[in-house]
Antibody, heavy 121, light 106 residues
Framework: EIQLVDSGGGLVKPGGSLRLSCSASDFALRHYSVNWVRQAPGKGLEWVSSISSTGSYIYYADSVKGRFIISRDNAGGLVHLQMNSLSIEDSAVYYC??????????????WGRGTLVSVSS | EVVLTQSPVTLSLSPGDRATLSCRASQSVTSYLAWYQQRPGQAPRLLIYDASNRAAGTPARFSGSGSGTDFTLTISSLEPEDFAVYYCQQRSNWPRTFGQGTKVEI
């Protein structure tokens, strides 16, 4: 089954770090741009970061710029989100999302189930 | 940053009703707008892209329209599984942005 698997969430103290990972099942992730989108409890969707298929183009939301780093390991079929200097406001479910290369080009046509990040002392 | 404003925040309807959801952009996004559906406890799912094209698997009762700054998602006759939260999203500019969502409730 074609799916994205996001992992790495957990409980971390304010100021701490966490690394999320996104992998693919039944397709080659290396061909796709991947984005991270987060959703705080009871809130809406917030775009976080994007990385192109080759890793040449990277974008961040202002709210995470300078603290989060997106990267990819195309040989290993993984995309990572390194999250540093975490604050309570970063607590959310983090989804990785694939950017379509045909049909709905540029939009998020496949999403992971999400991984929960809780920042608390 | 392109701000997307959705209205109404909540839409209270019955099965079989017609639902009309609005998304307004703070500047033109041409037709680079999508709609996603999110059911409780699930990841979002792409419904409509490029303002008016149904994504694979989207039922025909869903339709999108608009361009520039004003967009509409219409559900012609609500089915029980359509009661969910709907988000618009633009890909015209960085950062990518989502609207705050419209909850369609029974």
């Amino acid at each position: 089954e074609i799916q994205l698997v996001d992992s790495g969430g957990g409980l971390v103290k304010p100021g701490g770090s966490l690394r999320l990972s996104c992998s693919a099942s039944d397709f080659a992730l290396r061909h796709y741009s991947v984005n991270w989108v987060r959703q705080a409890p009871g809130k809406g969707l917030e775009w976080v970061s994007s990385i192109s298929s080759t890793g040449s183009y990277i974008y961040y939301a202002d709210s995470v710029k300078g603290r989060f780093i997106i990267s990819r390991d195309n040989a290993g079929g993984l995309v990572h989100l390194q999250m540093n200097s975490l604050s309570i406001e970063d607590s959310a479910v983090y989804y990785c999302a694939r950017v379509a290369v045909s049909g709905p080009v540029g939009f998020f046509d496949l999403w992971g189930r999400g991984t929960l990040v809780s920042v608390s002392s | 940053e392109v701000v997307l404003t959705q209205s109404p925040v909540t839409l209270s309807l019955s099965p079989g009703d017609r639902a009309t959801l609005s998304c307004r952009a703070s500047q033109s996004v041409t037709s680079y707008l999508a709609w996603y559906q999110q059911r409780p406890g699930q990841a979002p799912r792409l419904l409509i892209y490029d303002a008016s094209n149904r994504a694979a698997g989207t039922p025909a009762r869903f339709s999108g329209s608009g361009s520039g700054t004003d967009f509409t998602l219409t559900i012609s006759s609500l089915e029980p599984e359509d009661f969910a939260v709907y988000y618009c999203q633009q890909r015209s500019n960085w950062p990518r942005t989502f609207g705050q969502g419209t909850k369609v409730e029974i």
